[in-house]
């Protein structure tokens, strides 16, 4: 709700984008980074995960907070996040006239393609990330981790202290009594 | 009487009330694009707290979201408030077609009186739509940087001699007796 706020003021409000092409039907399959400032929300970002590297889409600063320098900072929480998902490249779409700022993030275009919609002309930048210092998730990796909350990898989540209770298979009776299989 | 918008370059004008989460979240996205990114409102001020205690009416030009209202409803009269039109669909009268529904909302629940509360600079749009200031000029104090003004349901029957009262209903519902945001910092 928050980024969604954000979102709209930003792209329609101020950039006039309709709403569908703002609010396009892949916000329920991304991760939403949001950042306060006093507790208001201020810079929202959406994250989508591809096999090798991580999107970084919809980065908007509220316009009443865009003076702070938030931005880079906000892109560099965004690529620690992926990194400790074990991701090495992040990718993105950026508005022409934002390249500047992109390159001092740390990216670089992928090619010279420049392409357009919903009224801006894009270019592809990419990222590489360098190696980090955690432990980068695999299969291998203690199922618990990977039950943590998305940010918060490397700290006991909530299910790690429901492990206290054992497996007491509530359910069980349920299921033997109602199932076939 | 101003002839109601039907339709805006071969798209119609529709009007409906938010019954799914979806719904909601259109309207919101609209009040974000107006009093956000355009009014520079806070978060936190915009969505307030009253919004799932309150009806939502939004507008569409064909399948876009363009326009909303939300209606909060009192014993003695309805109040519609946010209302937001996007930017390049204004001109249209598409906030006089979210009123009318309003209106007649109200007409079907036996509700007489709509109130609103407005900046002093948008009082001659309200008052061209027949809306009239709650209390006169000349009582109301200078620094006052919203105008109370009323409307009766069915044109035909005058209003009843009632006054609302003005800062109370900006104030969260649960705590409508106790004081809210600061007047200064209400946007509607």
């Known amino acids: 709700m928050q980024c969604y706020a954000l979102r709209a003021a930003v792209y329609m409000g101020e950039q006039h984008c309709p709403y569908w092409e703002e609010f396009d039907g892949n916000d329920y399959t991304a991760t939403h980074l949001i950042l306060y400032v006093d507790g208001e929300p201020a810079a929202s970002m959406r994250l989508r995960w591809f096999a090798s590297f991580a999107k970084f889409e919809r980065a908007v600063v509220l316009k009443r907070y865009r003076s702070l320098g938030l931005f880079l900072p906000f892109v560099e929480w965004a690529k620690d996040m992926a990194l400790k998902k074990g991701y090495t490249k992040a990718y993105l779409h950026s508005q022409r006239r934002l390249w500047g700022i992109m390159e001092r993030a740390g990216f670089h275009k992928v090619d010279d393609r420049i392409f357009h919609f919903s009224d801006h002309e894009y270019g592809a930048l990419v990222c590489d990330l360098t190696a980090p210092d955690c432990q980068v998730p695999t299969v291998f990796t203690d199922p618990m981790i990977l039950n943590r909350p998305e940010d918060r990898l490397d700290m006991p989540g909530i299910l790690e202290q429901s492990m206290e209770r054992g497996a007491s298979n509530p359910h069980a009776g349920w299921n033997n009594d109602r199932r076939a299989n | ?188």
Request: aromatic share 8%; with cysteine.
């Open chain 2, 1 to 188: 009487m101003t002839i109601l918008a039907q339709s805006i370059d071969g798209e119609a004008v529709t009007t409906k009330l938010a019954m799914r989460m979806e719904d909601s979240l259109q309207a919101f996205a609209v009040r974000a694009a107006c009093f956000m990114g355009e009014m520079d409102v806070p978060f936190s001020e915009e969505f307030d707290g009253h919004d799932f205690g309150a009806t939502h009416v939004i507008a569409y030009v064909g399948e876009e979201p363009v326009g909303t209202v939300r209606v909060r409803w009192f014993q003695s009269f309805a109040k519609p408030e946010r209302l937001a039109v996007i930017q390049r669909f204004r001109g249209h009268n598409i906030g006089q077609v979210l009123l009318e529904r309003c209106r007649k909302l109200a007409e079907t629940r036996g509700c007489n009186m709509l109130y609103v509360q407005v900046l002093p600079g948008d009082l001659s749009y309200w008052e061209k739509m027949g809306w009239r200031r709650l209390v006169s000029e000349e009582t109301s104090s200078g620094a006052k940087q919203i105008v109370a003004m009323v409307k009766a349901v069915d044109p035909s029957k005058p209003l009843p001699d009632v006054e609302a009262p003005e800062v109370v209903v900006l104030r969260p519902e649960p705590q409508l007796d106790s004081s809210g945001r600061p007047l200064s910092s209400a946007s509607n």
